[in-house]
């Protein structure tokens, strides 16, 4: 039987990952244009379809949503 801790935190660095080359792909079409809008379309689906898996176990296994799988911890400025 796999290990559900590790899917999950493989699921929060795909996500982590695709929000990183999301950030890349927005400097290149703010520099370039929009000609590689396609790719970050595609990015937004498989990022939400992760969201989506992680929620839906979240959902079946009553646990809390862990606020890793929402980006990295920003520091408190306030």
């Given at each position: 039987m796999p290990n559900n801790?590790?899917?999950l935190t493989d699921?929060?660095?795909l996500a982590a990952d695709i929000?990183?080359?999301m950030v890349i792909l927005a400097r290149v079409i703010r520099k370039f244009?929009?000609?590689p809008w396609p790719l970050?379309?595609?990015f937004q689906r498989e990022l939400k379809a992760i969201e989506?898996?992680?929620?839906?176990l979240v959902d079946l296994l009553?646990?809390?949503p862990e606020s890793?799988?929402?980006g990295p911890d920003l520091p408190d400025l306030g």
């Open positions: 801790s590790q899917a699921n929060q660095k929000r990183e080359a244009g929009d000609t970050m379309e595609r989506d898996r992680e929620a839906l009553g646990e809390a890793a799988s929402k």
